[in-house]
């Protein structure tokens, strides 16, 4: 047992044990060290977080090294009705559905990114209340490809959350994923300055 309450491991995954963030605020986070996938038997499961809630906000960082699987769904994180994923075009793909699971309120993707020996950042944040708020970046560039982004509610609360394959144990990741921060309900703009004089030394706080 690692981390918080219900956070499991399976046996074969290597790296860094994990932690949930428990703060008793609206930004609880998922943080998660680090571990090598081997696209087939690894997979790291939770139960639910601990004062989650469905909203309208989120923001995920993460570095990623594509080891294989080219050309198939390679989930990175995966909560049944919110997805972080390489997708089978080789693009990273944000998605989020509504709670009856039906229809896409969230959709953004990438460039394709091939299997190999490059590290990328991917950091990305949306607000659906609020067009034209959606962020994706990958190594620092704007790289987001908006299909659908709609003013609506996405279902965070699932009872099972995944990292490295989906929820149903299938279309595992093959790679290296690392320094992994969620926490949905919570935007961040990484397109104005925050902590630094302009966006970019903003954005690359997070990297």
Known sequence: MYGGPGLTRTPGVSGIPITMGQQSVAWRPFIFGGATFGGSANLIRSSDFTGNADGKTGTLSCWVRIDGGDGGFRYIYNAGRFDFYVNAGNQFQVLGKQNTGSTTRLNFTSSAYAAGTTWRHVL???NLATAGTGRLY?????????????DATIDYTRATHTIGGDTSEAQRFNGVIAE???APNTYIDFNVADCSSTP?????IWA
């Open 200 to 204: 970019t030394a903003s954005r690359r």
């Open 138 to 150: 990958v190594n620092d560039a704007d790289d987001k490809t908006e299909n659908v982004y709609t």
């Open 124 to 126: 990305a944040s949306w």
């Open 180 to 182: 992994f921060w969620f």
